[in-house]
């Protein structure tokens, strides 16, 4: 944790909201020694590979009671992916991936929101899920059940949608065949 409140801290409060995050943060501190490092060293790791004084858009993820499991990270100027195994054992691999928006193959998106039920009540956002094809990976980014952080509910999920989406298509060449 940094001394002064700024993205860093925006983007570990992001993920201290998703599904076994918490406690796995949570237990590292108050254990410390080496599980602290092991999860101090992923966090810091990630911090570099996003930019620590860089604005996330959106976090997704989960991490099962072993430390083994997955976060993803959006920000403008990609998207970095996480993979963890044995965080809580001396196990200690992560890799983290930073892909640029370029390298995105497909992006897809899908609400449980019902058109005819209107805005007033449901956001359009609500249920959203949107799917990212880069490299070898495929990866859902859906919001945090009981999300506690804006970078991890729907609204962030669609912001980040928005950025690939966008940054897409200023990076794709023109089609020959449109016209105007």
Known sequence: MTDESGPADMLYDGIESL???SS?????????GAFESRVGSFISSLLLAVGEDRNAIAVAGSVSDKGSGFLVVVCHAGIAYADVVGL?????????????????ISLSIRTRHNYFGGTKERARQNGIEVGIEVGEKSISLQPSPGGTSPLS????V?????????AR?????????RRG
């Open 19 to 21: 599904s076994g995050w």
């Open 24 to 32: 796995l943060l949570k237990d590292s501190r108050e254990t410390g």
């Open 88 to 104: 809580r054992h001396d196990a200690d691999e992560f890799r983290i991936t930073v892909f640029p928006f370029a390298a995105v």
């Open 153 to 156: 509910n729907a609204d962030a």
């Open 158 to 166: 669609h912001a980040a949608f928005l950025a690939i989406r966008d």
């Open 169 to 177: 298509a200023l990076l794709l060449p023109a089609d020959p065949r």
